[in-house]
């Protein structure tokens, strides 16, 4: 069974940053792909950044130029930094894996709040 535990979230006053971690519970290189996701109330949940097997990252237009993904396979762990946080990136953060079959795995979320 895959796990997938999320650390980082929290409250950050705009233009702060927080740094997210994924760490899954095997090799991040037995996914196609890890990534995040966010889902702000009332709203879909989004993709935000992801990066494939071969280390090849994407991002959604919104956080382009302030999020970066990056992986450290011998702590089968993701990160997620995020710098120049504004308010509308409010939103429960979660983390989501593709195995190679690309069924999907998920973490339990977490908060991410930036307030004044």
């Known amino acids: 069974q895959v796990q997938l535990v999320e650390s980082g979230g929290g409250l950050v006053q705009p233009g702060g940053s927080l740094r997210l971690s994924c760490a899954a519970s095997?090799?991040?290189?037995?996914?196609?792909?890890m990534g995040w996701y966010r889902q702000a109330p009332g709203k879909e949940r989004e993709l935000v950044a992801r990066?494939?097997?071969?280390?090849?990252?994407n991002y959604r237009d919104s956080v382009k130029g302030r999020f970066t993904l990056s992986r450290d396979s011998a702590k089968n762990t993701v990160y997620l930094q995020m710098n120049s946080l504004k308010p509308e990136d409010t939103a429960l953060y979660y983390c989501?894996?593709?195995?190679?079959?690309?069924?999907?795995?998920w973490g339990q979320g977490t908060q991410v709040t930036v307030s004044p």
């Open positions: 095997g090799s991040i290189f037995s996914f196609n792909t």
């Open positions: 989501n894996a593709l195995n190679l079959g690309n069924i999907p795995y």
């Open positions: 990066i494939d097997r071969n280390g090849v990252t």
